[in-house]
């Protein structure tokens, strides 16, 4: 018999606001435009976005371990 928690699977079936949560994340970038879309990107595939306007990438392992086709991180 297998019990899961219903509050945690809820919780995991939502999607986050990644418009908004982008917002914050790229309000101090120089190119917001392109933050925003790269965040977006991140956050559909990841349904996750560090606080913050930098940085705490260790809180979403998904979002920090994305690259683009150069290597590079894609999520700002």
Do not use: F, Q, W
Request: net charge positive; charged share 25%; with cysteine.
């Amino acid at each position: 018999m297998v019990i899961t928690n219903t509050v945690e699977s809820s919780l995991a079936d939502e999607k986050i606001d990644c418009d908004k949560a982008c917002d914050g994340r790229c309000k101090l970038s120089s190119r917001p435009n392109l933050c925003k879309r790269a965040c977006g990107t991140c956050c559909d595939r990841c349904n996750c976005v560090p606080p913050g306007t930098s940085g705490n990438y260790d809180i979403c392992p998904c979002y920090r371990d994305m690259t683009t086709h150069g290597g590079k991180h894609k999520c700002p």
